[in-house]
């Protein structure tokens, strides 16, 4: 079992949706959380970075973590075609730089 | 302020070969770290360096190596190349504090015939 679950989809949504992106995990060293995404052939792009449980919001997009439960979300509302990507978790630990992926979500926001 | 940079773009090279990749870091940057995307595994880790010297390093045979330059940037090698070599090589750069953001590059394509 990885260390970090991720749904691969491809997730379709209508232009507007609010889209749902979820991650699991298993190692509860893991203290810091960070949302990336990816466009095809393209380098991953970060979008959010939070420390611990709770919330962040950042325009159209709010990440969740729920420590208790090894959960962590992304919501982004409003969703443009613009987003169809593929949408990446990542977390550490506290011992350095190294991060751990999940396997990504494929979102298609259709016009 | 520059993004990431990295050389080349897309490589093709044969079972046996070796490969060097280079990446050059955001200006003022001093961690590299070194990352393997493919269909099957997704993205993982390689190794990280700072200050020319290796940090972390992952589960990845010895046949792959790195180093850092007194500039920052930094190099990979992949010695004797197999087929499952193949996927996209990730660079990504950061300040060096530890849990400080990576920004990554656009990577280099390798493909292994």
């Known amino acids: 079992q990885k260390e970090v679950e991720q749904d691969p989809g491809p997730l379709s949504v209508p232009e507007g949706a609010i889209v749902s992106l979820n991650c699991t995990y298993s190692n509860s060293a893991f203290q810091y959380f960070m949302w990336y995404r990816q466009y095809s052939r393209k380098g991953p792009e970060l979008l959010m970075y939070t420390y611990s449980s709770g919330n962040k919001e950042d325009g159209r997009f709010t990440a969740q973590v729920d420590k208790s439960s090894k959960y962590i979300s992304l919501f982004i509302r409003d969703s443009q075609p613009s987003d169809s990507a593929t949408y990446l978790c990542?977390?550490?630990?506290?011992?350095?730089?190294?991060?751990?992926f999940g396997g990504g979500t494929r979102l298609m926001v259709k016009p | 302020k520059a993004g990431v940079t990295q050389t080349p773009r897309y490589l093709i090279k044969t079972r046996g070969q070796q490969v060097t990749l280079s990446c050059s870091p955001i200006s003022g940057h001093r961690s590299v770290s070194w990352y393997q995307q493919t269909p099957g595994q997704g993205l993982q880790f390689l190794f990280e360096y700072f200050s020319e010297t290796q940090r972390n390093k992952g589960n990845f045979p010895g046949r792959f190596s790195g180093r850092q330059f007194s500039n920052s940037r930094s190099e990979m090698n992949v010695s004797t190349l197999e087929l499952g070599d193949s996927a996209l090589y990730l660079c990504?750069?950061?300040?060096?504090?530890?849990?400080?953001?990576?920004?990554f590059g656009p990577g280099t394509r390798l493909l292994v015939l």
């Open positions: 990542a977390m550490n630990n506290n011992a350095g730089n190294m991060l751990t």
């Open positions: 990504a750069s950061s300040s060096g504090r530890i849990q400080e953001t990576q920004y």
